[in-house]
């Protein structure tokens, strides 16, 4: 279980995150939406440790996460595992190298093992036979796929998700979807995505959280979402221009 | 008026003094990871060849003409005093104690650091340094060790290449267009140049090899602001990198010499 405490982030003076509160259940997939620039993206990078809060915190089952130093965090990543916007796959590596990194990196498996891992990882989020294509050889879709495959390869409890659709179309999007909900129903692992998409949203949540102006207004499973008052989680919802959300 | 001018002089400063702060620090850190295992020689090998290997046509062909030029001007002087030979220890001494590493130093980084800069700029801004992070690789060991490494590495050897074709130019235009004596020439060479010469020029391009590839790595490292940034990044490593070199080059002459 994650449970994030009244977590502040400003970059200059520009407030970004204004007192989160917020608990992830562990096997359960989270979503957190919000408008673009709502500072989605700086609230997983806390959780990950990309970013250091300017105060308040968050729990890790009982440790502290946000007060560990750089070196001890680096024992805890072991348990994430992270998709980018877009899927930060090393362009100077394959698609095998990329997957298998984080286990040449941290395991002494000899090189077939890994292959035969990474051949399994790849093979479970629909690639085959793409081993030895670079990343510029992929599409939008099939790098977010690798990008997945390489974030599951470790078997993490924890993945994270950065707009896991964001640029794709609709039916590609709806198969990352089936992608997302397979994988995490396979290892029951604890998904944390963060997305504007409203469709997928509805598709995978078990839980959703949406962001606004820094702070979590509103949570709750897709039924009680849908049947929510709040203007603000309306007009997000119903994707409308009008309402008490300004557009600038 | 006087108070905008003052406010960038002010925010110039603050720049150049926090650039050099964060330079440091990289630095600091890189030759820390160096010796801490485990320590990944593949990626060492590859940044070797790109810096060394990669660079050869380039160091090769400005050395061999520098070494050129620099017998036909020299000759042109000499001649004078009718000391024709001393062309010779002129273009050996030249290329060994200074030009030699400079002009490499200048090269490499035009060549080899605006690569740095921009790839480690674009692994930046498409989230493949957090990526790194993410999986728990620490990205200074991982990415800045093997440049530096290599910078440090294979600038000499680019050098001691540099000073050898810059004399074997030097002995083409002077023995076979000015007509000075083979063996005089030779001769001469030998007598005037020693090996504190060459050592005094390779720890010369150590020092630049060393600033090179930390200005370069540091520029990519924390490059921001998409395709544009990663454009700054390049030029500014190259402009950073090429003044600092022939500063540092001062400084070091001046140190040495005493």
Do not use: W
């Not at chain 1, 673009?36 to 997983?44: A, P, T």
């Not at chain 1, 001890?72 to 916007?85: A, D, I, P, V, Y």
């Not at chain 1, 292959?115 to 599409?139: F, N, Q, T």
């Amino acid at each position: 279980m994650i449970e994030i405490k009244d977590l502040r982030k400003s970059f200059e003076s520009k407030v970004v995150l204004d007192g989160v509160d917020l608990t992830i259940e562990k096997g359960k997939i989270t979503v957190i939406i919000g408008r673009s620039g709502e500072g989605k993206s700086v609230l997983i990078k806390h959780i990950i440790g990309l970013l250091r809060p300017d105060s308040g915190k968050i729990m890790l089952d009982d440790v502290e996460i946000t007060a560990l130093k750089e070196r001890e965090f680096n024992g805890m990543r072991k348990r994430f595992g992270m998709l980018f916007q877009g899927a930060a796959l090393f362009d100077s590596m394959t698609v095998s190298e990329n997957v298998g990194f984080p286990l040449v990196e941290h395991t002494d498996l000899n090189e077939e093992d890994v292959l035969k891992i990474v051949k399994e990882k790849l093979r479970r989020v629909g690639l085959e036979g793409v081993e030895d294509l670079m990343p510029a050889e992929l599409s939008g879709g099939m790098k977010k796929r690798v990008g997945l495959a390489r974030a599951i390869v470790m078997d993490p409890e924890i993945v994270l998700f950065d707009e896991p659709t964001a640029g794709l179309d609709p039916i590609m999007s709806d198969s990352i979807g089936d992608l997302v909900l397979e994988t995490q129903r396979a290892l029951q692992t604890t998904y944390i995505v963060i997305t504007h998409d409203i469709t997928l949203t509805y598709k995978i949540a078990d839980k959703i959280a949406m962001l606004h102006e820094g702070r979590i207004i509103e949570q709750g499973s897709v039924e009680e979402m849908k049947a929510n008052r709040n203007p603000i989680v309306r007009q997000f919802l119903e994707g409308r221009a009008q309402g008490p959300i300004k557009v600038y | 008026m006087i108070r905008e001018y003052l406010e960038e002089v002010g925010r110039k400063t603050e720049y150049v003094i926090n650039s050099a702060g964060a330079i440091a620090i990289m630095l600091a850190q890189a030759v820390m990871y160096t010796f801490v295992p485990p320590i990944k020689l593949r990626n060492m090998f590859k940044q070797m060849e790109f810096v060394g290997v990669e660079s050869l046509f380039v160091v090769i062909l400005t050395g061999t003409f520098t070494g050129m030029v620099l017998a036909l001007q020299s000759f042109n002087a000499l001649k004078r005093f009718g000391a024709e030979s001393l062309v010779a220890p002129t273009v050996a001494l030249s290329m060994a104690r200074e030009l030699g590493p400079v002009l490499t130093g200048l090269m490499v980084t035009g060549r080899a650091g605006s690569a740095m800069a921009t790839e480690l700029g674009t692994m930046r801004v498409s989230e493949q340094i957090d990526a790194l992070v993410t999986m728990a690789v620490n990205p200074i060991k991982y990415l800045v060790v093997p440049r530096v490494v290599a910078g440090v590495l294979m600038f000499p050897v680019l050098t001691i290449i540099s000073d050898f074709v810059g004399v074997v130019g030097g002995y083409i235009v002077g023995v076979k267009f000015l007509g000075i004596n083979s063996g005089v020439y030779i001769a001469r060479t030998l007598d005037f140049v020693n090996v504190h010469d060459i050592f005094y020029g390779l720890k010369k391009s150590l020092a630049f090899g060393l600033i090179t590839a930390t200005v370069a790595c540091f520029h990519g490292f924390y490059a921001k602001g998409g395709a544009e940034g990663v454009g700054r990044a390049a030029t500014s490593s190259v402009v950073m990198g090429s003044v600092l070199i022939l500063v540092s080059d001062y400084l070091l002459s001046s140190i040495m010499s005493y």
